[in-house]
């Protein structure tokens, strides 16, 4: 199958043919490591492992994922400087150093990162590689090197900064999100990593070192300019380094448009000559109750918030992949809660084809319906909703104890493929509840038929029995469930 996508580039869906066919490179702005994820982040996430399973599983291309750790930033290097006892064992002791006191801050989070991954379901093997900002500055400052060279970077003060006028003359900046050019002022300089598209300016490549900040030693036009990188470079130089250019999609929240990916396609355009990706593909953002979930707004929860209280995050996983990537997604606990029931519901459906009588009705057609809609509407931009609708549209009719001897193995096979994207089921049988003994478990079965074929004095007696044993049925229109009586 193949799959369409919007490309912010174009702004339109197009259909997604790989560069080079060997397999499809994607790289995704991964997280900064200087707090705990929030959900937000962990969603931004979310819609690159959705992105490549589908590649992978129903386009059937190999995939090269690259998603980068951030660790040097404004953020970092200011939280790093202050200390923490969370992070920091050594702390009231720090290092004189502000290398170590970075990694110190940078690893406990990156760690912390890794097990968010895990426990919301991104598998580490799917992912290629998750370089770290500080391993590649040899590549950055050759790139801004190139960009110097080729005339579009200049020096002042220590630092290095784009020249966006002088890329204005011959390449068109706002390729990605129209930004408000009428406020630019050639020469006026910025050196914060974000800014806003009322603040266009000459954004910093790379900064002088200030006070007590980590730096690398870098010559450039024969001058020493000690310092670090600015934000925006480190991704054109992984990405360069890891995937080559262009590669094929790129990925990042919305907020990253402006300036982060402007900048990027400009450096690498610059610097290496060529386009940085075919598709930019961006995810909308999660919100709470109508602002972007944000640490900045202290309106964020991270995933241990909820697994404290008591949340599964297989649950949590599905709240969020059950929704189109490029629309904002309002997180509520309600939300949350009735995301959890129907994940639930899905995942009875399947012990149920573990379990009790085989139906005689022939639901091929309905299944054949369901892997349709399903993988066409996942192939649609990765409409999740739609999918998943499909998926409760044929467990509506079909229900689990209908199935033939046929069907249920059909439907185990497609649930398993469709499980492969969505990574929330367990598709086995029920876990043995040890609890209930084996003859409870063997009358339960012998009244469920005694009831299936009518026989109703012989199913109140079996009933009687298993009450005497300590136990009682709770019928479903379809299945049964044993309890222990209270
Ligand atoms: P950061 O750790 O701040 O560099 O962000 C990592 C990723 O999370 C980026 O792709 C951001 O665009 C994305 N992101 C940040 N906040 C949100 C949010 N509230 N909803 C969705 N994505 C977000
Ligand atoms: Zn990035």
Redesign the pocket.
């Known amino acids: 199958m193949k799959l369409s996508l919007y490309n912010t580039l174009t702004k339109k869906i197009e259909p997604f043919e790989p560069l080079n066919d060997a397999e499809v490179r994607i790289y ?6 200087y707090d705990y ?5 962990l ?3 979310l819609f690159p492992d959705i992105l490549q399973r589908t590649l992978r599983i129903v386009c059937g291309y190999r995939v090269k994922w690259v998603m980068n750790i ?1 660790d040097i930033d404004d953020k970092t290097i200011r939280d790093s400087a202050i200390g923490s006892e969370r992070w920091n064992p050594a702390f009231g002791e720090q290092s004189l150093d502000p290398k170590v006191n970075l990694k110190v801050l940078t690893s406990f989070y990156e760690q912390e990162f890794r097990n968010d991954l895990a426990m919301i379901g991104i598998k580490h093997s799917d992912i290629s590689i998750m370089p770290r900002a500080t391993d590649f500055i040899a590549d950055m400052q050759d790139l801004i090197r190139n960009i110097h060279d080729s005339g579009y970077a200049y020096i002042s003060e220590g630092s290095v900064y784009f020249d966006v006028a002088k890329w204005r003359e011959k390449e068109h900046y706002g390729r990605l999100f129209a930004i408000d050019v009428e406020h630019f002022k050639s020469g006026v300089r910025i050196d914060a990593d974000e800014y806003s598209r009322e603040h266009v300016s000459d954004f910093v490549l790379w900064k002088a070192v200030k006070d007590a900040e980590p730096f690398w030693d870098f010559t450039v036009a024969e001058q020493q300019l000690p310092g670090r990188p600015g934000w925006h470079i480190e991704c054109s130089a992984m990405g360069h380094a890891l995937l080559g250019l262009p590669f094929d999609i790129h ?6 448009r402006f300036p982060h990916h402007e900048d990027e396609i400009a450096q690498s355009k610059a610097g290496y000559g060529q386009e940085t990706a075919q598709f930019w593909c961006h ?5 709470v109750e109508g602002k ?4 900045s707004f202290g309106n964020f929860y991270t995933l241990r918030d909820l697994l404290d209280k008591g949340m599964d995050p297989m649950d949590i996983r599905f709240s969020m992949v059950n929704a189109q990537y490029g629309s904002v ?1 309002n997180f509520t606990e309600f939300g949350l809660e009735s995301a959890s029931k129907a994940r639930k519901r899905v995942q009875e459906y399947i012990y149920s084809c573990f379990e009790g009588n085989l139906g005689h009705d022939n639901h091929a057609e309905e299944l054949h319906r369901l892997k349709q809609d399903f993988f066409s509407a996942l192939c649609d931009d990765l409409h999740m909703p739609r999918a998943i609708e499909a998926l409760f549209t044929f467990m509506k009719m079909c229900p689990a104890q209908a199935l033939s001897h046929r069907d249920r193995p059909a439907f185990l096979e497609l649930i398993h493929d469709i499980n492969e994207i969505v990574g929330v089921w367990t598709i086995a049988p029920r876990p043995e509840m040890d609890e209930i003994p084996k003859e409870v478990k063997e009358l339960a079965q012998q009244r469920w038929d005694a009831k299936a074929s009518k026989d109703f004095t012989k199913a109140d007696v079996l009933r009687k029995e298993i009450s005497a044993r300590g136990y009682v049925i709770k019928d479903s229109k379809d299945s049964y469930t044993i309890l222990k009586e209270e």
């Open positions: 995704s702005c991964g997280p900064t490591v994820a929030h959900l937000g982040n969603k931004a996430f951030t990925t990042g929240g919305v907020d990253l995810n909308e953002f999660l919100e972007k979930m944000s640490k997604f």
